[in-house]
């Protein structure tokens, strides 16, 4: 086998990752400090995860400070083997993007459910996962950072069981990353995915004949060697009209067609293995049908399916909740008191900008309790305003809302979600935590 064809053939043969490394990082994460200061626990006393969950403590136990996110354990599982079980039956596999939840946890749970690898969007991503032991991981974006090529090539050439995948789309990040690659000592190929793009969007070569001559640059190099093709087919938007399926469709398939160019033109080694990839949380049903039957591994890189969101996702994801077989459930829900009813159509709640995400839509108002545990009646209640710690509620000017009641929200877009909390609960169905899901940034 030549030089080459053993490079191409590595991301096939790598574990997406490391079991004992995995077990090791997360028993870390479970024995590392709490501090009082983190936001929802200043009054529980605890001083790890393990001793959270160890206690059992409630939701609304009366140690816990609010606003809080939590995490259903019933909805989170129920995602996580759905999504597997799905991709099984279309004949894809998943790499998961973490920058979605950036938890350890999470994503240990997505790679024991038999993930592919994982996606990561910048090179301190990969970095992390690699370091509570990912084996292969798809970087999807253009590494142009010079530091991180640097230990990039460290990486790749100290550990043989270390799989990156990376995305080139012009010649100039070719040559640079040629350059770094070689003046840091490189000792592997680096395998690419020519990226492929739409006129005034994202990255990504804006026509077949520029893609190839991307992949042509990087058959010229001794540091790269081309792996397949890839897009993201989100940027056509987030609804499912007939129009935004057809454009999603047919986007799909340029990419299966500049992934046969690059093998039937000998720019993938024949010996090694196309990859296909494409698939963020709103279209996975079209790129699998679109690019499953080519003589290629299809990797979806969906990653908002693991805790799914009542706005962005909800809508418009292919598998909706009461679907059947498949479904997916919101899983992320925010806690937070009614703080004062200054009139009799407004409530104002303690969580704001700073706790929910808003950059799609703003939260949703799922339910009201009392402190005594009863459910309030608060139809027709709906968030119309964020402050940095404050959510406008106008309500019927009837509601039964009062000071001290707690709301729970639900969100829109969970990767806006997760980058505002560092320590999370994960809660069964009677409000137990049961687990504590860390985000590293």
């Given at each position: 086998?030549?030089?080459?064809s053993e490079v191409m ?79 099984a039956d279309q004949r ?347 985000t590293l940034f």
């Open positions: 086998m030549t030089e080459r053939n590595q991301h096939r043969m790598t574990h997406a990752y490391d079991p004992v490394a995995l077990s090791t990082a997360l028993n870390a994460w479970r024995e590392r400090p709490i501090e009082p200061f983190e936001t929802g626990f200043t009054g529980t006393g605890a001083t790890t995860a393990a001793e959270l969950v160890d206690r059992k403590i409630r939701l609304r136990g009366g140690e816990l400070t609010f606003p809080l996110m939590v995490i259903r354990e019933s909805a989170l599982s129920s995602n996580i083997a759905t999504m597997a079980a799905w991709c894809v596999e998943l790499a998961p993007h973490g920058k979605t939840t950036m938890s350890p946890e999470l994503i240990a749970r997505q790679l024991e459910a038999g993930a592919w690898g994982m996606t990561a969007a910048t090179i301190g991503q990969v970095r992390a996962y690699v370091d509570f032991g990912v084996r292969r991981v798809v970087l999807a974006n253009q590494l142009v950072d010079p530091a991180g090529i640097s230990w990039l090539a460290r990486a790749t050439t100290e550990d043989p069981d270390l799989t990156v995948i990376g995305y080139v789309d012009s010649r100039e990040g070719v040559a640079l990353l040629d350059r770094e690659l070689t003046r840091h000592g490189a000792t592997r190929r680096l395998p690419v995915l020519v990226e492929l793009g739409l006129t005034g969007r994202r990255t990504g070569a804006r026509s077949m004949e520029a893609a190839m001559a991307v992949a042509q640059a990087v058959a010229n190099t001794s540091t790269l060697a081309v792996a397949g093709a890839t897009g993201y087919e989100g940027v056509v938007g987030h609804g499912r009209t007939p129009e935004q399926l057809d454009a999603v469709a047919a986007f799909c398939r340029d990419i299966r067609t500049l992934g046969l160019r690059l093998r039937d033109e000998g720019l993938v080694d024949p010996a090694g293995e196309l990859l296909l990839s494409a698939g963020g949380s709103t279209y996975f049903d079209v790129v699998a049908r679109e690019l499953v039957g080519e003589p290629a591994t299809v990797v979806l890189r969906s990653g908002g399916y693991v805790t799914h969101d009542e706005g962005l996702y909800g809508p418009s994801t292919p598998l909706p909740t009461g679907g059947s077989p498949y479904e997916l459930r919101a899983a992320l829900e925010v806690w937070a008191y009614v703080l004062s009813r200054p009139e009799p159509g407004r409530a104002l709640v303690g969580a704001g900008r700073r706790d929910l995400p808003f950059d799609v839509e703003l939260p949703v108002v799922y339910r009201v309790v009392s402190p005594e545990g009863s459910e309030r009646h608060a139809v027709g209640a709906v968030v119309s305003a964020l402050n940095d710690q404050h959510a406008f509620i106008d309500l019927p000017r009837d509601a039964e809302v009062a000071v001290g009641d707690l709301v729970a929200f639900g969100i829109s877009h969970p990767c806006t979600a997760f980058d505002k909390w560092r320590v999370i609960p994960v809660l069964d169905d009677d409000d137990r935590i049961v687990e504590i899901a860390h």
